[in-house]
């Protein structure tokens, strides 16, 4: 599995930003994809996840309802659409995702995966750096 995240950039407080995943080697046995972040002097934090088999999300509550995660299966790419940035969203975000095989056999809601992505994740991409500066 490869993952290269891009759409990073710096943007005033209140504006917004799309990050984007391309993937490659990741098909529909994957249970989900999302992102994870991590700021200086900060614990890494999941912060959205997209099942790859019916779509459903999940975002953490610091992101909730400003975050909105998608998918285009055409292309294999995941979006994370950022609004209403706020400087404490500052940090170098990572497109993830665990193999199959992480998840077998254990509960596998969205919400526990993506929240163990805060200590460790199976597949991960080279970050984009997002700062919300004024």
């Known amino acids: 599995v490869q993952l290269q995240a891009s759409g990073g950039g710096l943007v005033q407080p209140g504006r917004s930003l799309r990050l984007s995943c391309a993937a490659s080697g990741f098909t529909s046995d994957y249970y989900a994809i999302g992102w994870f972040r991590q700021a200086p002097g900060k614990e890494r934090e999941g912060v959205s996840c997209?099942?790859?088999?019916?779509?459903?999300?999940y975002y953490a509550d610091s992101v909730k309802g400003r975050f909105t995660i998608s998918r285009d299966n055409a292309k294999n790419t995941v979006y994370l659409q950022m609004n209403s940035l706020k400087p404490e969203d500052t940090a170098v975000y990572y497109c993830a995702t665990d193999s199959p095989r992480s998840w077998s056999g254990r509960n596998n809601t969205l919400e526990i995966i993506c929240s163990s992505w805060s200590w460790g994740v199976d597949y991960w991409g080279k970050g984009t750096l997002v700062t919300v500066s004024s």
């Open positions: 997209i099942s790859s088999s019916d779509g459903s999300t």
